[in-house]
């Protein structure tokens, strides 16, 4: 795989995570952006609904969340119901696939195999499709 540009963000909102992954990805996709980006962040706590969730996956009202100051979000990836809080290291990688090979399952293969989102014997784990930074 490519080198990635590297943006560390610290801490931040994930509206406002969001709207930069969505213009790196047009500016990406416009060829304004010559290099693949690895976005990495830390959220405020927040749950992101991909469009796998189903009725009763969120356990936990929107009224009790709201409470305690967790967001809510649904978003268009794939998936279920995902927790981000402060301490998590997230990566988003927005990433021209026509400079690679055209197939998102193969990218997500080689993601988890290329990182430290391995188990104790180095294998990759089918069950994670996240990508772990040890540090």
Request: net charge neutral; hydrophobic share 45%; charged share 20%.
């Amino acid at each position: 795989m490519k080198d990635f540009l590297v943006l560390d963000l610290g801490l931040r909102s994930y509206a406002e995570a969001l709207s930069l992954q969505r213009a790196l990805a047009a500016a990406r996709i416009a060829k304004r952006v010559e290099q693949d980006v690895l976005v990495l962040v830390e959220h405020p706590p927040v749950i992101t609904l991909g469009r796998s969730t189903k009725a009763g996956n969120l356990l936990a009202s929107e009224a009790l969340l709201a409470a305690r100051g967790v967001e809510l979000y649904e978003v268009e990836r794939g998936g279920d119901v995902t927790f981000h809080g402060p301490g998590q290291l997230v990566g988003y990688p927005i990433v021209d696939l026509t400079e690679h090979k055209q197939d998102l399952h193969w990218y997500l293969r080689q993601a988890t195999r290329a990182g430290p989102a391995s188990g104790p014997t180095g294998a990759s784990s089918p069950a994670s499709a996240c990508m772990r930074v040890a540090g």
